[in-house]
């Protein structure tokens, strides 16, 4: 793959249905974080990068079938082997030993990768021939199943960043209520070094509030319940704690 030519989705490659993208530039191998972070499970927002040193990233474009070039943060390949460090999810060390063993020796060495083709069945074990009335069947175009998982690919990403708005105000707000609760039962924060840690009270109703969150995008009707919309605890412990200060 030449410096200047931007790879499209056809040149991405899978890893367990997970579409990953990668450009090499000279040397260096980049990939896209979003799609790194989608095959190690870990959730995209503003923050996945944080631990990464600014010099491992860059922006790269990528052009695609449906809504041509467009520009994505990549990361190069110590930066994945970070990432995955991080993921405690079983298929991070199978991620690693692919992208390490097969992926990236491929991509030098040919500029590209091809998943390796299945064993050819023998001849032994081969379906009969189907009869000549129905041996001629018209090829089905593959480029509008392209275009559905990019418009699938598209919405995702467009979760995704509403997700990481979100999760700013789940922050700030939980951040507010917590601190307030704390507050009143007298709890010394700097007893507590991991301000976000799931066994601290700031934590717990972070890691809550945005699970229910993720829960209240996909809930099922045109209109958002009161009850499922994790907005209204907050407000509720809100009102207690006023009402509680005033009396």
Known sequence: MSRNQSPSLSDSFLFQEHPVRAQLDGDQLWFVAKDVC?????????????????????????????????????????????????????????????????????????GKYE??????????????????????????????????????????????????RLHHSVFTLSWKVAEALEQRADIRLYLVPDMLSENTLRGYLHQSVYHDVRKALTAPGRQLEQYSNPGYSLLGIVRQLNGNGRA
């Open 115 to 164: 998943a390796p083709k299945p064993h050819p069945v023998k001849k032994s074990e081969q379906l009969p021939l189907r009869p000549a009335s129905c041996a001629a069947h018209p090829v089905i175009d593959e480029k509008p199943f392209l275009e559905f998982i990019e418009e699938i690919q598209a919405a995702h990403e467009e979760v995704e960043r509403i997700l990481s």
């Open 38 to 110: 989608g095959a190690l499970g870990i959730l995209w927002t503003g923050h996945s990068l944080d631990s990464i040193p600014e010099c491992w990233q860059r922006v790269v474009r990528f052009t695609t079938h449906r809504r041509g070039n467009q520009s994505f943060k990549c990361i190069n390949e110590p930066a994945v082997y970070k990432l995955a460090f991080r993921s405690s999810k079983p298929r991070a060390e199978a991620f690693t030993n692919w992208i390490a063993s097969e992926v990236v020796p491929a991509i030098r060495k040919t």
